[in-house]
């Protein structure tokens, strides 16, 4: 069997979807119905790779399961999309606040949703890849851990990949359109504040030495020594 995922959504029709979709590609598809299915299935299952959240659930909403995962000790970093008919850029920044790697509008088109899926699966497969240091922070992409003065801080899966980008550029001043496209690795539509909030929950993240990820104002984000 393929690497787990599972898709939490009230409405039957929108797992089965999803879950058809999902298995073409060698996924397999675990569901629940509500957010408390959800997040007992979270755990329960601990090597499920991605969730896939409904915004609007009973019992349960999908920014509540989301917070509770983030909060959790070590599993904190599994990366999960959002589902939402809501589509106020208030909404879709709440989501990201609490740490959404992607967040997909419904409806959507099956195909788009695999393949941000597949996008996020892709780059969160350890590989053999050096270590990564700038001042006080290490960055180790094998085992996905990050040390502040050898402290280790519990990053999301966006927040990762976002540090390990301006740690691979650093004194090079990265736009927030550059940003989306490596980060994100997808054409991104939203709005590049986006980038802004995971920054500003990076830097909260890195404590002192989240104040080396300066902000070039009209353009971006540059990684340099203080």
């Given at each position: 069997?393929?690497?787990?995922?599972?898709?939490?959504?009230?409405?039957?029709r929108?797992?089965?979807?999803?879950?058809d979709?999902?298995?073409?590609?060698?996924?397999e598809?675990?569901?629940?119905?509500?957010?408390?299915?959800?997040?007992n299935?979270?755990?329960?299952?601990?090597?499920?790779s991605?969730?896939?959240?409904?915004?609007?659930?009973?019992?349960?909403?999908?920014?509540?399961?989301?917070?509770?995962?983030?909060?959790?000790?070590?599993?904190?970093?599994?990366?999960?999309?959002?589902?939402?008919?809501?589509?106020?850029?208030?909404?879709?920044?709440?989501?990201?606040?609490?740490?959404?790697?992607?967040?997909?509008?419904?409806?959507?088109?099956?195909r788009?949703?695999?393949?941000?899926?597949?996008?996020?699966?892709r780059?969160?497969?350890?590989?053999?890849?050096?270590?990564?240091?700038?001042?006080?922070?290490?960055?180790?992409p094998?085992?996905?851990?990050?040390?502040?003065?050898?402290?280790?801080?519990?990053?999301?899966?966006?927040?990762?990949?976002?540090?390990?980008?301006?740690?691979?550029?650093?004194?090079?001043a990265?736009?927030?359109?550059?940003?989306?496209?490596?980060?994100?690795?997808?054409?991104?539509?939203?709005?590049?504040?986006?980038?802004?909030?995971?920054?500003?929950k990076?830097?909260?993240?890195?404590?002192?030495?989240?104040?080396?990820?300066?902000?070039?104002?009209?353009?971006g984000?540059?990684?340099?020594?203080?």
């Amino acid at each position: 069997m393929g690497l787990k995922i599972l898709v939490a959504d009230d409405e039957e029709r929108i797992r089965r979807l999803v879950r058809d979709f999902l298995k073409k590609e060698g996924y397999e598809v675990l569901e629940a119905g509500d957010g408390e299915e959800a997040i007992n299935a979270f755990y329960e299952i601990p090597d499920i790779s991605l969730f896939i959240l409904d915004v609007m659930m009973p019992k349960m909403d999908g920014l509540q399961v989301l917070r509770e995962i983030r909060d959790s000790a070590d599993r904190a970093a599994v990366p999960v999309i959002l589902l939402t008919a809501r589509t106020s850029e208030q909404d879709q920044l709440a989501g990201f606040d609490a740490g959404a790697d992607e967040y997909v509008e419904k409806p959507f088109r099956p195909r788009v949703l695999v393949a941000r899926v597949n996008a996020i699966l892709r780059r969160s497969r350890p590989q053999e890849e050096e270590k990564l240091s700038f001042g006080e922070i290490l960055l180790d992409p094998v085992a996905r851990e990050v040390s502040v003065g050898g402290e280790r801080i519990e990053l999301s899966f966006k927040e990762f990949e976002l540090l390990r980008f301006f740690m691979e550029h650093p004194g090079i001043a990265l736009s927030r359109e550059k940003i989306l496209q490596a980060v994100w690795d997808y054409d991104y539509f939203g709005d590049e504040r986006t980038v802004d909030t995971h920054v500003k929950k990076l830097r909260s993240k890195l404590g002192d030495a989240g104040e080396h990820i300066r902000t070039i104002w009209g353009l971006g984000y540059k990684l340099e020594k203080q």
